[in-house]
Protein backbone atom coordinates (compact mmCIF):
# COMPACT_ATOMS: atom_id res chain seq x y z
CA UNK A 1 0.00 0.00 0.00
CA UNK A 2 0.55 4.03 -0.07
CA UNK A 3 2.78 5.10 2.62
CA UNK A 4 4.29 8.75 2.33
CA UNK A 5 6.42 8.51 5.11
CA UNK A 6 8.47 5.77 2.77
CA UNK A 7 10.84 7.39 0.14
CA UNK A 8 9.62 6.87 -3.15
CA UNK A 9 11.71 3.91 -4.35
CA UNK A 10 10.12 2.13 -1.53
CA UNK A 11 6.91 2.60 -2.85
CA UNK A 12 7.52 0.95 -6.27
CA UNK A 13 6.86 -2.70 -7.21
CA UNK A 14 9.90 -4.83 -8.36
CA UNK A 15 8.36 -4.68 -11.54
CA UNK A 16 8.23 -0.82 -11.47
CA UNK A 17 11.64 -0.66 -10.39
CA UNK A 18 13.35 -2.69 -13.01
CA UNK A 19 11.51 -1.06 -15.79
CA UNK A 20 12.74 2.63 -14.08
CA UNK A 21 16.65 1.00 -13.78
CA UNK A 22 16.16 0.43 -17.55
CA UNK A 23 15.44 3.52 -18.32
CA UNK A 24 17.87 5.12 -16.39
CA UNK A 25 20.31 3.27 -18.17
CA UNK A 26 19.60 4.10 -21.41
CA UNK A 27 18.97 7.94 -20.69
CA UNK A 28 22.86 7.87 -19.31
CA UNK A 29 23.46 6.77 -22.59
CA UNK A 30 21.64 8.88 -25.11
CA UNK A 31 22.95 12.53 -24.26
CA UNK A 32 19.91 15.20 -24.78
CA UNK A 33 17.26 12.13 -24.34
CA UNK A 34 13.96 12.43 -21.86
CA UNK A 35 12.48 9.99 -19.31
CA UNK A 36 9.36 9.88 -19.88
CA UNK A 37 7.69 8.61 -17.03
CA UNK A 38 3.99 7.44 -17.10
CA UNK A 39 0.83 6.08 -15.03
CA UNK A 40 -1.85 7.52 -12.63
CA UNK A 41 -3.31 6.44 -9.59
CA UNK A 42 -6.74 4.12 -8.63
CA UNK A 43 -6.97 6.33 -5.49
CA UNK A 44 -7.97 10.48 -6.17
CA UNK A 45 -5.74 12.60 -4.59
CA UNK A 46 -3.02 10.09 -4.31
CA UNK A 47 0.45 10.48 -6.16
CA UNK A 48 0.92 8.93 -9.31
CA UNK A 49 2.65 6.01 -10.46
CA UNK A 50 4.30 8.46 -12.55
CA UNK A 51 5.19 10.73 -10.18
CA UNK A 52 6.66 8.29 -7.84
CA UNK A 53 8.81 6.96 -10.71
CA UNK A 54 9.85 10.70 -11.04
CA UNK A 55 10.90 10.90 -7.25
CA UNK A 56 12.64 7.70 -7.44
CA UNK A 57 14.10 9.07 -10.66
CA UNK A 58 15.39 12.29 -8.55
CA UNK A 59 17.12 10.09 -5.88
CA UNK A 60 18.79 8.41 -8.42
CA UNK A 61 20.88 10.96 -9.65
CA UNK A 62 18.67 12.38 -12.43
CA UNK A 63 18.11 15.95 -13.37
CA UNK A 64 14.51 16.89 -12.85
CA UNK A 65 14.61 18.74 -16.43
CA UNK A 66 15.34 15.38 -18.13
CA UNK A 67 12.12 13.84 -17.01
CA UNK A 68 8.42 14.28 -18.26
CA UNK A 69 5.73 12.73 -16.69
CA UNK A 70 2.33 11.62 -17.76
CA UNK A 71 0.10 11.00 -14.67
CA UNK A 72 -3.26 10.76 -16.56
CA UNK A 73 -2.48 7.01 -18.61
CA UNK A 74 -3.72 3.98 -16.65
CA UNK A 75 -2.98 1.23 -18.92
CA UNK A 76 -0.73 0.82 -22.30
CA UNK A 77 -3.57 2.09 -24.84
CA UNK A 78 -3.75 5.27 -23.06
CA UNK A 79 -0.09 5.27 -22.59
CA UNK A 80 0.93 5.09 -26.29
CA UNK A 81 -2.10 7.73 -27.71
CA UNK A 82 -1.18 10.15 -24.94
CA UNK A 83 2.62 9.82 -25.86
CA UNK A 84 1.43 10.44 -29.50
CA UNK A 85 -0.73 13.34 -28.88
CA UNK A 86 1.55 14.85 -26.69
CA UNK A 87 4.72 14.49 -28.62
CA UNK A 88 3.68 12.91 -31.66
CA UNK A 89 5.99 10.75 -34.44
CA UNK A 90 8.55 13.37 -34.63
CA UNK A 91 9.71 12.03 -31.37
CA UNK A 92 10.62 8.43 -31.40
CA UNK A 93 10.81 6.85 -28.26
CA UNK A 94 12.07 3.53 -26.39
CA UNK A 95 9.31 2.06 -24.74
CA UNK A 96 10.75 0.12 -21.11
CA UNK A 97 8.64 -2.62 -19.69
CA UNK A 98 8.29 -5.90 -19.30
CA UNK A 99 9.23 -8.97 -21.73
CA UNK A 100 6.02 -10.46 -21.79
CA UNK A 101 4.49 -7.10 -22.59
CA UNK A 102 6.39 -5.54 -25.16
CA UNK A 103 4.66 -6.97 -28.42
CA UNK A 104 1.37 -5.67 -27.23
CA UNK A 105 2.99 -2.30 -25.99
CA UNK A 106 4.97 -1.87 -29.39
CA UNK A 107 1.61 -2.87 -31.72
CA UNK A 108 -0.14 0.39 -29.61
CA UNK A 109 2.88 2.84 -30.28
CA UNK A 110 3.11 1.73 -33.93
CA UNK A 111 -0.55 1.85 -33.94
CA UNK A 112 -0.57 5.67 -32.95
CA UNK A 113 2.27 6.05 -35.23
CA UNK A 114 4.91 6.71 -32.89
CA UNK A 115 8.08 5.28 -34.01
CA UNK A 116 9.21 2.67 -31.17
CA UNK A 117 11.94 0.78 -30.10
CA UNK A 118 11.85 -1.91 -27.87
CA UNK A 119 13.85 -2.67 -24.32
CA UNK A 120 12.65 -5.30 -22.95
CA UNK A 121 13.17 -6.14 -19.09
CA UNK A 122 12.21 -8.33 -16.41
CA UNK A 123 12.31 -11.65 -18.26
CA UNK A 124 10.31 -14.13 -17.17
CA UNK A 125 12.55 -16.87 -18.52
CA UNK A 126 16.51 -16.63 -18.14
CA UNK A 127 19.13 -18.78 -19.27
CA UNK A 128 18.75 -21.83 -22.54
CA UNK A 129 15.35 -22.79 -22.74
CA UNK A 130 16.57 -26.39 -23.21
CA UNK A 131 16.91 -26.13 -19.53
CA UNK A 132 13.53 -25.04 -18.87
CA UNK A 133 11.02 -27.48 -17.71
CA UNK A 134 8.03 -26.64 -19.53
CA UNK A 135 4.83 -28.10 -18.74
CA UNK A 136 6.00 -29.51 -15.17
CA UNK A 137 3.57 -28.43 -12.42
CA UNK A 138 4.83 -25.80 -10.55
CA UNK A 139 4.05 -22.50 -9.03
CA UNK A 140 6.28 -20.47 -11.50
CA UNK A 141 4.95 -21.47 -14.47
CA UNK A 142 1.86 -21.09 -13.23
CA UNK A 143 2.65 -17.78 -13.17
CA UNK A 144 4.30 -17.29 -16.80
CA UNK A 145 0.86 -19.13 -18.14
CA UNK A 146 -1.25 -16.41 -16.46
CA UNK A 147 0.92 -13.71 -18.20
CA UNK A 148 0.51 -15.49 -21.20
CA UNK A 149 -3.71 -15.81 -21.33
CA UNK A 150 -3.60 -11.86 -20.03
CA UNK A 151 -1.40 -10.92 -22.75
CA UNK A 152 -2.93 -12.45 -25.07
CA UNK A 153 -6.31 -11.59 -23.53
CA UNK A 154 -5.46 -8.09 -24.17
CA UNK A 155 -4.13 -8.21 -27.66
CA UNK A 156 -7.27 -9.28 -28.87
CA UNK A 157 -9.33 -6.53 -26.52
CA UNK A 158 -6.72 -3.55 -28.40
CA UNK A 159 -7.59 -4.75 -31.63
CA UNK A 160 -11.18 -3.78 -30.54
CA UNK A 161 -10.49 -0.25 -28.97
CA UNK A 162 -9.61 3.28 -30.99
Known amino acids: GFDD ?58 NEEATLIQTEPSNTYQEARIYSETY ?3 HPVIVVTSAAHMPRAMNLFERFGVPATAS ?12 KRFGMPSTGNIGRLRTGVYEYAAIARDRWMR
Not at 25 to 40: A, E, F, I, T, W
Not at 120 to 131: D, I
Open 5 to 62: RLPANSLLSTNALMRLSEGIRLHRQLPNSKLVLSGSTSTPGRTTQAEMLRDTALLLGV
Open 88 to 90: GAL
Open 120 to 131: PTNYRLKGSWKE
